[in-house]
């Protein structure tokens, strides 16, 4: 990032995600905000120059879901690695928080 005092946002937003978890009444709806956020993506990744973005949307409509759409922009051939490497770094996280919850480490270890 070009300003050093920038920081994207982290950490839980229970409000934020309870409204954007709302579903959309309709497929042409769910649909049309899809594709309005992948083009929004395309346009940071260009804007940024991101070579290789991995992003799985996904979205509730009228009750069914949660319905994801996996994407890939970049080299083709590094697609595997990057949802192989997302995998075992979001397992690593669950792994580390049954360990925290089975008393096997303490969360003040987790650094």
């Known amino acids: 990032m070009s300003d050093d005092t920038a920081k994207p946002p982290s950490g839980p937003n229970p409000e934020l995600y309870a409204e954007l978890a709302k579903p959309f ?4 709806e769910g649909n049309a905000a899809l594709k309005g ?7 940071a990744r260009v ?4 070579a290789n973005v991995l992003v799985m949307p996904a979205i ?3 009750g069914v879901g949660p319905q994801a759409q996996l994407v890939f922009y970049g080299d083709q051939q590094l697609a595997t690695l990057f949802a192989a490497t997302a995998l075992r770094q979001f397992k690593a996280i669950d792994d580390r928080r049954i360990a925290e ?7 003040e270890d987790s650094g």
């Not at 009444?25 to 042409?28: A, D, P, Q, R």
């Not at 804007?47 to 991101?50: A, G, N």
Request: without cysteine.
């Open 60 to 62: 509730v409509v009228d």
């Open 101 to 107: 919850i089975a008393g096997l480490v303490k969360e």
């Open 47 to 50: 804007k940024h120059r991101i």
């Open 25 to 28: 009444l309709s497929e042409t």
């Open 37 to 43: 956020f992948l083009v929004d993506v395309h346009a």
